[in-house]
């Protein structure tokens, strides 16, 4: 069965259809339309090039048409970097095999033989000049048919957009102010929206005082849910402010300490199930390493406050979202609402970057309910900024311990990761309790569904990266998934890797340090990845690690790792500088993520990323009491600023031959590691805490 | 009535004095440049010019710019006679999800109007009130950088 055509790619064979995923106008353009969304990664401008490469026109032709249900293909959610990974291969495979069927119709029209006939700029061109175009044969119908396996698509070498870093087609808008974000919408006969969250976790509203109301205000009440609509956004945030300062409510506490927050995770009762092991022959452990890490949550602090529009219409219901699954909202819309998913319709219009799973779908159930107050009239649904930070899914706290052994010649004999975190996904549409925020505070309520870490076969969740890439001969992973969930927990950038990558990378460089060994060697010598050890010793090149001078207070360190172990390799190196605070001063990446379809659009993700996660791992924790979180403003979760932000240095190992992995991530996980690694060559010490502050750093071990 | 200077335009706002001068732009003027971030001027995306000074927007009452000047990212430039700010961020791809924008080129503007050599500590100085969630700092900088010496170019 060798000769078995390759397979439909996954989201094509989900949606066949070709003609959801692209169509062509009798005035020459090509509107594609896939099941992805643009979420601040590039994504419309690499699917733009995919598709012009395939069918030969110039990539201006191009429209990408933004996810509405119920006519847009079903790609599930934008994440895990998987966009080009899923959308683009299906997209190539939709647009070679639609140019395919175009030209066949061209040739029996013609007559002139299919092979002697070629497309440029969408135009059918025989030995003997023109025979018709794309945009002739547009009313045709003719993707109205299922996708076939068997790849037509292009050679790589044939490529010629594809492959060439293009500018990005959403950056002009944004450039010069014009309204492109959810948050520009204005339909007529607008109304503002803002809701009134409790005081306190779980709270249960007493009484909200319709008298504390400006005139013209509308309140939409359901249970505890709380929302107000006025003509005049000014007018909504008045009325919300007055509105919150009248209520009263019944509260209580059900937040762990902060400060024991490590001790409440090792705590929980929920068993530690093993995920990997390995036991092979090895020399006795002559050395031992040991050590725990562990990270409070973490806030997605998106930089636009989640928003939404809702426009009810009898029984109907309609979303402007930027989701990062409108299908999936779809879905715990019409749980929580109990109407059929058929009578919503999600549009996805783009928003701020999320980084994950954020506001912006609990935002648009408030929406929703908010609007019914108002039937006909949309609604615009703002968060705050405090709502922003305190009330989106956080990134779980993890606590992640490791304990290694080297044989007697300075070899890995044995390595061991136990993962103790909240789940690492809270996204709608994946059971049968709607996981939108509201849902629980409604009077007919939902019960909050534990989040979720999905299988090491997805990528995992807290788990994710917790395998080492190494060469290790007795090898144990565990996992264990806490499901009481004091703060609502789900996917941001990395999901659990940034903290396992952190770990392992860490104790890596224990074991060279024990072993006698360099960072670098000590890493070569144990990697059997070959790709994995090129990004290394490409990194390490741009880093001039092997000449490098020591000084006083100043630090280098290095990380690798594969993402999710199924995705791209990525290694980097950090150079701090250790002073009344650390300072991340130069950071160098080597990817390899196969085919990049957008150069300039990768490096800019990777730099992006390395950047957010340098925040990260020096500055940020979601800061708690024991009723709500505190770090709800901008001062208490401070980021990185233009005078922090490290210089970065991107080189792609390109692979145009390769299936294409995404680029959003993978430097994430590496770039913590690196940080805490170079902290730990200028100082001596074992950063163990996140984020490395002078106060977290104080507690370090030397070692 | 609030009557100012908006893009180099007269404008006159029959909106209350003390709504913020950000709302009565977006939602009273109808731009949708200037954006709204924290409404607590600590993030810098609601950032416009007030008499070529970059001020935050998001606090201050409409009736504190009666009588000035006031220019918003749609006034710096458009796609057909762009800034050479703006056409210094497409070049370099200065952003990814592009929401602080607006705030950061108003920001720069006022910076080259007042130094039009800065150098790279001069440019992140300037930024400091502005974050980016996106990390795309480092474009950011250089895209002003070759904005400023285009500009000394362009008048040498
Ligand atoms: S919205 Fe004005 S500074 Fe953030
Ligand atoms: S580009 Fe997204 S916040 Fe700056």
């Known amino acids: ?703 | 009535m609030v009557s100012f200077t908006l893009n180099g335009a007269p404008v006159a706002l029959d909106l209350p004095e003390g709504m913020p001068l950000l709302a009565a732009l977006r939602e009273g003027a109808g731009l949708s440049g200037p954006r709204f971030g924290c409404g607590a001027e600590t993030c810098g995306a609601c950032h416009v010019l007030v008499d070529g000074r970059s001020t935050p927007s998001c606090a201050m009452p409409l009736g504190a710019v009666a009588g000035r000047d006031v220019t918003t990212v749609e006034g710096l430039g458009s796609e057909a006679a762009p800034h050479p700010l703006q056409a210094a961020f497409l070049a370099e791809q200065a952003g990814q999800c592009g929401y602080c924008l607006s705030g950061i080129l108003v920001s720069a503007a006022a910076l080259l109007a007042a130094n039009p050599r800065p150098d790279e500590a001069a440019v992140k100085q300037a930024l400091d009130p502005h974050l980016c969630r996106c990390g795309s700092h480092n474009r950011i900088v250089r895209a002003v950088l070759r904005a400023a010496s285009q500009m000394a170019g362009e008048h040498a």
């Open chain 1, 1 to 703: 069965m060798s000769d078995a055509p390759k397979p439909l790619p996954t989201s094509l064979a989900a949606n066949p259809r070709l003609s959801r995923w692209l169509r062509f106008t009798p005035q020459g353009q090509v509107v594609v339309s896939p099941g992805k969304v643009e979420i601040g990664q590039g994504i419309l401008t690499a699917l733009a090039q995919i598709a012009a490469d395939e069918l030969d026109v110039e990539p201006a032709r191009v429209a990408v048409r933004a996810v509405a249900t119920p006519d847009s293909p079903d790609e599930g959610v934008t994440s895990g970097s998987l966009s080009v990974q899923n959308s683009g291969v299906a997209l190539r495979h939709a647009c070679a095999e639609a140019r395919g069927i175009f030209l066949q119709v061209a040739a029996q029209s013609s007559g002139v033989a299919l092979d002697a006939l070629r497309v440029e700029d969408g135009e059918f061109l025989g030995p003997q000049g023109r025979v018709g175009s794309y945009w002739e044969l547009a009313d045709r119908d003719l993707l109205d048919c299922d996708a076939t396996p068997g790849s037509r698509a292009k050679p790589p070498a044939a490529r010629r957009v594809a492959g060439r870093s293009a500018p990005r087609l959403d950056l002009p808008d944004k450039v010069f102010g014009r309204p492109r974000f959810l948050h520009d919408q204005r339909p007529d006969g607008l109304l503002h929206a803002r809701v009134i969250r409790p005081p306190a976790r779980g709270a249960r509203l007493l009484e909200a005082p319709a008298s504390a109301l400006p005139p013209g205000v509308t309140l939409a009440r359901d249970g505890s849910f709380l929302a107000v609509l006025a003509e005049s956004e000014h007018l909504a945030e008045t009325a919300a402010r007055k509105l919150e300062a009248a209520c009263r409510w019944q509260e209580a506490d059900t937040l762990p300490e902060e400060a024991q927050l490590a001790e409440w995770l090792r705590a929980a009762p929920d068993p530690m199930e093993t995920i990997a092991e390995r036991q092979d022959a090895a020399g006795d452990v002559a050395q031992h390493a040991e050590a725990g890490f562990f990270r409070p949550p973490i806030a997605h602090a998106s930089i636009g406050p989640s928003c939404a529009v809702a426009r009810w219409d009898g029984e109907r219901v309609e979303i402007w979202s930027h989701t990062q699954g409108p299908y999936n909202l779809r879905m715990d819309l019409a749980k929580a609402l109990r109407m059929a998913e058929e009578a919503i319709l999600v549009r996805h219009v783009e928003g701020a970057g999320c980084y994950g799973h954020n506001g912006a779908d609990d935002v648009a159930l408030d929406a929703a309910l908010a609007a019914r107050a108002a039937p006909g009239r949309p609604v615009r649904m703002l968060w705050t900024r405090a709502q922003e930070l305190g009330w989106s899914p956080f990134s779980s706290a993890m606590l992640v311990e490791v304990s290694a052994g080297l044989d007697a010649s300075g070899g890995i004999a044995e390595f061991a990761v136990e993962v103790t975190s909240n789940g690492h996904s809270s996204r709608p549409g994946r059971g049968s309790l709607p996981t939108l925020l509201a849902a629980p505070d409604l009077a007919d309520p939902f019960p909050q569904p534990p989040a979720i870490n999905h299988g090491l076969q997805r990528g995992g969740g807290a788990q994710r990266n917790a395998v080492p890439i190494y060469r290790v001969p007795k090898l144990r992973v565990a996992l264990k998934t806490v499901t009481a969930m004091p703060l609502r927990t789900s996917a941001m950038r990395g999901l659990g890797a940034p903290v396992n990558v952190w770990a392992i990378e860490s104790v890596m460089d224990q074991l060279a340090a024990m072993a006698g060994a360099d960072p670098l060697e000590f890493r070569l010598r144990h990697l059997d990845d070959a790709r994995a050890a090129e990004v290394l010793r490409v990194a390490a090149e741009m880093a001039g690690w092997r000449g490098r001078a020591r000084a006083e207070g100043v630090g280098m360190g290095m990380a690798v790792a594969r993402y999710k172990n199924l995705g791209a390799w990525c290694a980097v190196v950090a150079e701090i500088e250790a002073a009344e605070v650390i300072r991340a001063r130069r950071i160098w990446i080597a990817a390899d993520m196969g085919e990049v379809v957008n150069p300039d659009g990768a490096a800019n993700q990777l730099e992006g990323s390395a950047i957010h996660a340098t925040s990260q791992a020096l500055k940020e924790a979601v800061r708690f009491d024991r009723r709500n979180v505190t770090s709800d403003s901008w001062e208490s979760y401070p980021i990185l600023r233009f005078s922090e932000v490290p210089a970065v240095q991107v080189k792609l190992v390109e692979r145009p031959e390769l299936p294409p992995l995404g680029a959003g991530e993978p430097a994430f996980g590496p770039t913590v590691a690196a940080i805490a690694n170079a902290i730990r060559d200028s100082l001596g010490v074992q950063p163990r805490v996140m984020p490395f502050t002078p106060e977290n750093l104080a507690t370090a071990p030397a070692v």
